[in-house]
C-alpha cells in the first residue's frame, strides 16, 4: 500500500510563494506518473499539474506561468511551487499517484489559502 503525505500548505498574501511536498511511503514501483489536484469549497476537485515518470509536466491553464512541478525519485516525492498566488488559488491541495494498472493513490490534502 502507498501512503502520499502532503506538507507545505498555510496561509500566504496575494501575489506570495508557498512550495507543497508530497513524500510517498510504501512501495511505488506500480506509479507511473505524480500529480497535484485541488477542490475549493463549492467546487469540483481539479487537475493543477502533473508529472510523468520521464518528466513531462502538463498544467492546468489557470496556472501555467506560476506554478511548478517537479519530482525527486531518490526521496519519492513529487512538489509544487506556487508563485504569484491569487486569492483564486485558495483550495485544499492533494497529491494523486497514478498506478499503471488504472486509479491511484491520494494524500489527505493540505490547505492553502491566499489572502488579497
Known amino acids: 500500500q502507498v501512503q502520499p503525505v502532503e506538507s507545505g500548505g498555510g496561509l500566504v498574501q496575494a501575489g506570495g510563494s508557498l512550495r507543497l511536498s508530497c513524500a510517498a511511503s510504501?512501495?511505488?514501483?506500480?506509479?507511473?506518473?505524480m500529480g497535484w489536484y485541488r477542490q475549493a469549497p463549492g467546487k469540483q476537485r481539479e487537475l493543477v499539474a502533473v508529472?510523468?515518470?520521464?518528466?513531462?509536466?502538463s498544467y492546468a491553464d489557470s496556472v501555467k506561468g506560476r506554478f511548478t512541478i517537479s519530482k525527486d525519485n531518490a526521496k519519492n516525492a513529487v512538489y509544487l511551487q506556487m508563485n504569484s498566488l491569487k486569492p483564486e488559488d485558495t483550495a485544499v491541495y492533494y497529491c494523486h499517484l497514478y498506478k499503471d494498472s488504472g486509479g491511484g493513490y491520494w494524500g489527505q490534502g493540505t490547505q492553502v489559502t491566499v489572502s488579497s
Open positions: 510504501g512501495s511505488i514501483f506500480s506509479i507511473t506518473a
Open positions: 508529472i510523468s515518470s520521464f518528466g513531462g509536466t
